[in-house]
Nanobody
Framework: QVQLVESGGGSVQAGGSLRLSCAASGRTFGRGAMGWFRQAPGKEREFVAAISWSGGTTYYADSVKGRFTISRDIPKNTIYLQMNSLKPEDTAVHYC?????????????????WGQGTQVTVSS
């Protein structure tokens, strides 16, 4: 079983930055993709960013492209989401996800393991 623990959420003003971390533990993690999703109150969970095992392939939602950067530290089994130029519409619970598959998916069903989520609140 894989456990994912997110950290780094918080409250910032618009234009500010936050860095989210997601540490994976448990069984030895294979070459699966990992990603970030978010869910605002009353809305469906939406894709934010994803990264391949090697870090060589990344995908971003159009809404965050150019502002967010996903990265991966393989020895530490950790991924990061650097979020710059934050906007009020980025306010949501942000979830880390990990897949058994190497395929870098953009949908929740592409992922097998989920963290508990960390709240990001951006005020105007």
């Amino acid at each position: 079983q894989v456990q994912l623990v997110e950290s780094g959420g918080g409250s910032v003003q618009a234009g500010g930055s936050l860095r989210l971390s997601c540490a994976a533990s448990g069984r030895t993690f294979g070459r699966g993709a990992m990603g970030w999703f978010r869910q605002a109150p009353g809305k469906e969970r939406e894709f934010v960013a994803a990264i391949s095992w090697s870090g060589g392939t990344t995908y971003y939602a159009d809404s965050v492209k150019g502002r967010f950067t996903i990265s991966r530290d393989i020895p530490k089994n950790t991924i990061y989401l650097q979020m710059n130029s934050l906007k009020p519409e980025d306010t949501a619970v942000h979830y880390c996800a990990a897949a058994d598959s190497m395929r870098v998916g953009r949908f929740p069903h592409n992922y097998d393991y989920w963290g508990q989520g960390t709240q990001v609140t951006v005020s105007s």
